[in-house]
């Protein structure tokens, strides 16, 4: 074995033992990661070929990038959400378990109303809510950003996943002027405050652009509250905004019809009509 290499079981236990005094949850787990994404094999394979000799050099330029909390997912290039993997670039928000709820909301919204002809994804990021949802209802999809280079990430995703989505470059708000009657809006919004405490793979790795919304985060439900024409809206909101963002809306003469909690109980989701 030449002084460069070493068994990968070795390996992944150094890494182990790094990440865990660096603090990061699942050390063993994200070392198996981190030598997945290197070796470009599978999560299995990397577990059944301990024996395997490695190069050190490229498994330890990751590892020391995850130490400086750079997410797993940038790191990795992808991941999953609604059971499909999406490519992930810092670009893009990192697609979050909880807006699965959103998907699942509009799947029920849209399987329950035959009049909703057409879904309008506002800030579609890496475009992980107009894929899922055009994997799941037969309904023309239209995913709007304002960031050209989210978009291109969006487009990627949809082509790899096999899915005809209209992309749209723009402010989405302003662009929902033109929303029609029968168009379900969904969004997954920035909704963090200025000050709010924030993990560093979040704080110093996300687009400020997808996290920011002014100082309570609020500042995009206000927008929306006042757009016109009104079409039926989904939002997902923060941990503990569900009473301030539902008064916003409903003292704008919305109203508040549905609210869809996570596991934990926490309102993730809240649904809207004119
Ligand atoms: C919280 S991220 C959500 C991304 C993705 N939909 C998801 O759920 O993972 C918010 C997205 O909204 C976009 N965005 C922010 N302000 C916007 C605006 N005024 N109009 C359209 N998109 C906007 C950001 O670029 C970002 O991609």
Same mark, same amino acid.
């Given at each position: 074995?030449?002084?460069?290499?070493?068994?990968?079981?070795?390996?992944?236990?150094?890494?182990?033992?790094?990440?865990?005094?660096?603090?990061?949850?699942?050390?063993?787990?994200?070392?198996?990661?981190?030598?997945?994404?290197? @070796? !470009?094999?599978?999560?299995?394979? /990397?577990?059944?070929? +301990?024996?395997?000799?490695? &190069?050190? $050099? %490229?498994?330890?330029? =990751?590892?020391?990038?995850?130490?400086?909390?750079?997410?797993?997912?940038?790191?990795?290039?992808?991941?999953?959400?609604?059971?499909?993997?999406?490519?992930?670039?810092?670009?893009?928000?990192?697609?979050?378990?909880?807006?699965?709820?959103?998907?699942?909301?509009?799947?029920?919204?849209?399987?329950?109303?035959?009049?909703?002809?057409?879904?309008?994804?506002?800030?579609?990021?890496?475009?992980?809510?107009?894929?899922?949802?055009?994997?799941?209802?037969?309904?023309?999809?239209?995913?709007?950003?304002?960031?050209?280079?989210?978009?291109?990430?969006?487009?990627?995703?949809?082509?790899? @996943? !096999?899915?005809?989505?209209?992309? /749209?470059?723009?402010? +989405?708000?302003?662009?929902? &002027?033109? $929303? %029609?009657?029968?168009? =379900?809006?969904?969004?997954?919004?920035?909704?963090?405050?200025?000050?709010?405490?924030?993990?560093?793979?979040?704080?110093?790795?996300?687009?400020?652009?997808?996290?920011?919304?002014?100082?309570?985060?609020?500042?995009?439900?206000?927008?929306?509250?006042?757009?016109?024409?009104?079409?039926?809206?989904?939002?997902?909101?923060?941990?503990?905004?569900?009473?301030?963002?539902?008064?916003?809306?409903?003292?704008?003469?919305?109203?508040?019809?549905?609210?869809?909690?996570?596991?934990?109980?926490?309102?993730?989701?809240?649904?809207?009509?004119?």
């Amino acid at each position: 074995m030449s002084a460069d290499e070493l068994r990968l079981s070795d390996w992944l236990f150094e890494a182990s033992a790094r990440l865990t005094r660096a603090g990061i949850d699942s050390p063993v787990i994200e070392a198996q990661l981190l030598a997945s994404g290197v @070796l !470009g094999w599978s999560r299995s394979e /990397v577990l059944t070929r +301990g024996d395997q000799r490695v &190069e050190r $050099a %490229l498994l330890d330029a =990751l590892l020391e990038r995850r130490l400086a909390r750079e997410p797993i997912a940038y790191l990795l290039g992808r991941r999953e959400f609604f059971g499909l993997m999406f490519e992930v670039s810092p670009a893009v928000l990192i697609p979050r378990p909880e807006t699965e709820f959103l998907v699942e909301a509009a799947v029920q919204w849209v399987r329950k109303d035959p009049s909703l002809a057409r879904i309008v994804d506002v800030g579609t990021g890496s475009g992980c809510i107009a894929v899922s949802v055009a994997h799941r209802l037969p309904l023309p999809v239209v995913a709007i950003d304002v960031s050209a280079a989210a978009l291109a990430v969006a487009r990627r995703n949809a082509e790899a @996943l !096999g899915v005809t989505i209209e992309f /749209v470059e723009a402010d +989405g708000i302003a662009w929902l &002027e033109s $929303a %029609l009657p029968t168009d =379900l809006v969904v969004t997954n919004p920035p909704y963090v405050g200025f000050s709010d405490p924030l993990e560093p793979e979040i704080r110093d790795y996300e687009p400020s652009i997808a996290l920011f919304a002014g100082v309570d985060g609020l500042d995009f439900y206000r927008r929306l509250a006042r757009i016109e024409p009104r079409p039926p809206l989904l939002m997902e909101i923060g941990w503990g905004q569900d009473a301030a963002v539902a008064g916003l809306f409903e003292s704008a003469g919305w109203r508040h019809i549905e609210s869809w909690r996570d596991y934990a109980g926490i309102v993730r989701v809240l649904g809207f009509r004119p």
